[in-house]
């Protein structure tokens, strides 16, 4: 009989120490990141949103973006520029030889 409660005593004890360190890790996990945390918080940037009215003119961007269309009319330009310069360029080339 004496035998089984210091056994109980035991288990108690341990039990209570295990509590014990499960509280003290999660407390340390939660607030260790927050004291070790070197970067200041950012401040969030407000960003001004302005729904223009029916009567109003259109949205303008501040900055004006190419469309994709005249983009790829652009390029194809450009190759078939390059691809007319090309011949030019070897025939020149011949001709001083």
Known sequence: ????DAQSQLKKVARRRLVGAVVFASVVAVVLPMVMDHAPRQA??????RIPGQDEKPFAPKFAV???EKAAEKAAEQAAESKSAAPAEKGAGEAGE
């Open 66 to 68: 190419t469309p994709v």
């Open 1 to 4: 009989m004496e035998d089984n």
């Open 44 to 49: 969030v940037q407000e960003v001004e949103i």
